[in-house]
């Protein structure tokens, strides 16, 4: 069993629709990670939460500790969000993935 | 700028034939790591650095080894590659605090194919 799980697997959207990836972890965590790795392979980090929410501009981050449960929310989506979204959860040195959601947003 | 640069980039090479992938920072920071990333299996941590000298293994470390001789530089090493490590290779880097919670940085990726 992974320690991360990810939903939905593939997930595809009309432009503007409002998406939310989850992300369930099963180990005790420090932080949780959000990433983005766009089909050139490239991975860039988009937020760090250990509570609370964070926004960084259309995408909206939060987490619920007890419940060991994450969300990324995008707002207003477009087809450059189109990518793969990853949650990494840090568990003393370490860091535990997900599988990935892949996102499709048509125009 | 601020970059996490690994080569080669992408790499074919035979069953035996030891190689080497390096990745080095810019950004002064501690903690660096590697990782690699399979279709199904999603990214799995290999091994990781806290400092100069200090290094751990992660959750796939069989078959690789790491070196951190100097902050910015943490090479990747396997010394008889074979095909079951054929795979997408990613560096990242953070710096660190008791709890882990630096923001990771990743180069840009090594594809190795070991025939």
């Known amino acids: 069993k992974n320690e991360v799980e990810q939903s939905p697997q593939n997930l595809t959207a009309q432009e503007g629709e409002f998406i939310t990836i989850n992300c369930s972890y099963s180990v005790g965590i420090s932080a949780l990670h959000w990433l983005q790795q766009h089909p050139g392979g490239g991975i860039v980090s988009l937020f760090m939460?250990?509570?609370g929410k964070k926004k960084h501009g259309r995408l909206i981050a939060t987490i619920n500790i007890q419940e060991k449960h994450s969300s990324l929310h995008i707002t207003a989506s477009h087809p450059r969000d189109s990518a793969v979204y990853i949650c990494a959860a840090t568990k003393g040195n370490q860091f535990y993935f997900g599988t990935g959601t892949s996102l499709t947003v048509i125009p | 700028e601020a970059q996490v640069t690994q080569n080669p980039r992408y790499l074919i090479t035979v069953t035996g034939k030891k190689l080497t992938v390096t990745c080095s920072q810019n950004?002064?920071?501690?903690?660096m790591s590697w990782y690699r990333q399979d279709p199904g299996l999603g990214l799995r941590q290999i091994y990781y650095?806290?400092?100069?000298?200090?290094?751990d293994k992660g959750d796939v470390p069989e078959g690789y080894k790491v070196s951190r001789k100097e902050k910015r530089n943490f090479p990747l090493i396997l010394e008889s590659p074979s095909p079951n490590q054929t795979s997408l290779y990613f560096c990242?880097?953070?710096?660190?605090?008791?709890?882990?919670?630096?923001?990771?940085?990743f180069g840009e990726g090594s594809r190795l194919t070991v025939l």
């Open positions: 939460l250990s509570s």
């Open positions: 990242a880097s953070s710096l660190w605090d008791p709890r882990n919670t630096g923001e990771l940085f």
């Open positions: 650095s806290m400092n100069v000298e200090v290094t």
């Open positions: 950004m002064n920071h501690e903690y």
